[in-house]
């Protein structure tokens, strides 16, 4: 069936340093894909999305690039902050029973120490 | 982007009682949607509602347990009924922002149940 996976946490950096959170989908057909971001205490935000192949979604610094032949979404930054400490979730999107359904992975907890 | 509300903001129940929370949207939506966050966990999506229909539940979860109403098509209301330590979760109301857009979402309703 469709599904996400993401990279196990907590991950632990320190200011400035380069962030990566793998994620890799199974679906069929051609999801969309999304990074929300889930900061303490707070609800779900939208961070970043890829409707087709080859695209780059960004924000914040933020970047992933929809790879199909890889089935994969990774999540990059080059210099993570204390604010970004927070809980990231991989989700993709396809359409099932008539409606746009949204499948999330784990999610991934990210600690930024000063 | 959708601008969603959410009433109670948090909650403690006692076993056995219910809790009804509410959702609001500044924009008319066909589709809404709930989903459950227990600790440490992911999105697990309830159901489905739509307006004038009864709601779409997923596996798992059935209508006498998580009764939805969709009145109008600005607002839901999720009522967790006969409630257990075991449905002490985040509870989160979304909305499809449409064919090319994901999903937005409320700032959830924090529930513990004693």
């Known amino acids: 069936g469709d599904s996400v996976t993401q990279m196990e946490g907590p991950v632990t950096l320190s200011e400035e340093a380069f962030l990566t959170i793998n994620c890799t989908y199974t679906a069929t057909g051609y999801p969309s894909l999304f990074w929300y971001v889930q900061y303490p205490g707070e609800g779900l935000q939208l961070l970043l999305k890829?409707?087709?192949?080859?695209d780059k979604g960004s924000n914040k610094g933020f970047e992933a690039t929809y790879r199909k032949e890889t089935t994969s979404f990774h999540l990059e930054k080059g210099s993570v902050q204390v604010s970004d400490s927070a809980v990231y979730f991989c989700a993709l999107r396809l359409f099932s029973g008539g409606y746009n359904k949204l499948i999330f992975g784990a999610g991934t907890r990210l600690a930024v120490h000063p | 982007s959708a601008v969603i509300s959410q009433k109670p903001s948090r909650d403690i129940c006692q076993r056995g009682t219910s809790l009804t929370i509410q959702c609001q949207v500044d924009?008319?939506?066909?589709?809404m949607f709930w989903y459950r966050q227990q600790p440490g966990q992911s999105l697990t999506l309830i159901a489905t509602a739509n307006q004038g229909s009864e709601a779409t539940y997923e596996s798992g979860f059935v209508i006498d347990k998580f009764p939805i109403s969709r009145p109008n098509l600005t607002f839901s209301t999720l009522t967790v009924s006969n409630m257990s330590p075991e449905d002490s979760s985040i509870y989160l109301c979304?909305?499809?922002?449409?064919?090319?857009?994901?999903?937005?979402f409320g700032p959830g309703t924090r529930l513990l149940v004693l």
């Open positions: 924009s008319q939506v066909t589709m």
């Open positions: 979304s909305v499809d922002g449409g064919l090319r857009e994901t999903q937005y």
């Open positions: 890829a409707t087709k192949a080859d």
